[in-house]
């Protein structure tokens, strides 16, 4: 029986293990499963394995391998690092900045944050959903000691001008956070050239498995243990290592900076290539978010007058997976926080489709999900009371 078609146009949600990927892991579940803590040669080869990877994660950012700490997610990477450096300074001081369009994994430890008695200041954005410089520097305050500002935003796609906001964060003395998980492996990425001092990092949006992320943490930043137990991950990050994961993590980030020139210029044509054929054949329609400065494989668009969650589900059953507007967690309704923060009004953030594209999307997988899009729009706008 013919499978199923599926266009996958939701890569910023996550991405399938490639085959090298797998390939690369499979012997850690099996035969080579030694224990890196063990002093024998089965937990010596498993130890080179996981140096290997931290050396290939490290050459995807710029990093020294010792500056890499493996963490079970991404999430987790972005709550030590801003929980862990807020309540490291607490005797410096108990304000912090983000921003009002992070993923919730720093939102939520903003909130976190507050109960505890610290002063968060989530930045506003422009309607590009970019964060000026300028409203950083104002909101710094001398008593302001760890600034969070993401790479590039999960749901719209832009990419904050994090050399300037780093910078105007560490002239006056505070640490510097980014939230790069959606940047990996889509843009060049130099945490020396830009001075930062932390960086968040997942495997599994760049074709690595779920489950692994990494914190950099730059030589020099004494950022407080995580997790308290063995001596696994310098002491920083105790528990017995997810060594398969990892292995995957480490492969993953070589194919990414082998590939990443032809990566983001493939990204760009297809993306440019499907943006114009939605502008020209589909009326009502807004883009979200700079169209200059975003990653390559990301569109956010409304469609006017309908439902996201409604063109969702007719693309679902026509194959074509996609996400939407709302809260980025999508079994909640809520409208998102992004989209709200640039201004996109709530009738309209409910009728919004992240398109995200990835190595495997071809030009056959947009035109299909194009028609398949045409289709639910008049559909839609057929049976909406809203529509004109
Ligand atoms: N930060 C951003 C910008 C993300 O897009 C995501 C995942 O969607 C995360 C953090 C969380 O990463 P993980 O899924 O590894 O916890």
């Known amino acids: 029986m013919e499978s199923k078609r599926l266009v996958y146009l939701d890569n910023a949600a996550t991405t399938p293990v490639k085959p090298e990927v797998l390939e690369a892991m499979i012997p850690y579940f099996t035969e080579m499963f030694g224990n890196p803590s063990s002093l024998y040669a089965a937990g010596q080869n498993s130890k080179d394995a996981i140096r290997n990877a931290r050396e290939q994660v490290a050459a995807l950012i710029g990093a020294k391998p010792a500056e890499i700490f493996f963490t079970g997610s991404g999430t987790e990477a972005d709550n030590w690092a801003f929980i862990g450096a807020a309540m490291w ?32 200041t989530y930045l506003p954005v422009d309607p590009d959903g970019l964060v000026r410089p300028e409203e950083l520097e104002a909101a710094m ?51 020396k050239k830009l001075g930062i001092d932390m960086m968040s990092l997942s495997a599994h949006k760049i074709y690595g498995p779920k489950g692994v992320g990494a914190l950099y943490v730059r030589k020099g930043v004494s950022l407080p243990n995580y997790i308290h137990g063995g001596g696994q991950e310098a002491g920083r990050r105790a528990g017995t290592e997810n060594l398969a994961g990892i292995v995957g993590f480490g492969k993953a980030a070589e194919l990414a900076g082998r590939n990443l020139d032809a990566h983001i210029k493939k990204m760009r044509e297809l993306r440019d290539y499907f943006v114009e054929r939605v502008k020209n054949e589909i009326t009502d329609i807004r883009i979200n978010g700079s169209l200059e400065s975003r990653l390559p494989g990301n569109v956010n668009i409304t469609f006017k007058y309908i439902e996201g969650e409604a063109i969702m589900m007719l693309l679902d059953m026509a194959g074509v997976a996609v996400s939407t507007g709302s809260a980025c967690s999508s079994a909640s309704l809520a409208p998102s926080h992004v989209l709200d923060a640039i201004g996109v009004p709530v009738e309209e953030i409910h009728g919004s489709i992240r398109f995200t594209l990835g190595d495997y999307t071809t030009k056959e997988d947009l035109d299909y999900a194009l028609d398949a899009l045409k289709a639910a729009v008049t559909k839609l706008r057929g049976i909406s009371s809203l529509s004109k």
């Open 141 to 191: 305050r001398d008593d302001t000691t760890i600034v969070s500002i993401m790479y590039a935003n999960n749901e719209i796609g832009t990419l904050e001008p994090i050399a300037e906001l780093c910078a105007i964060a560490r002239e006056r003395g505070a640490l510097f956070h980014t939230d790069a998980v959606q940047a990996l492996g889509n843009v060049p990425l130099d945490v």
């Open 89 to 120: 300074k607490r005797p410096k001081g108990r304000h912090v900045i983000t921003t009002a369009i992070e993923h919730h994994a720093l939102i939520n430890s903003g909130k976190y944050l507050e109960k505890e008695g610290f002063d968060v």
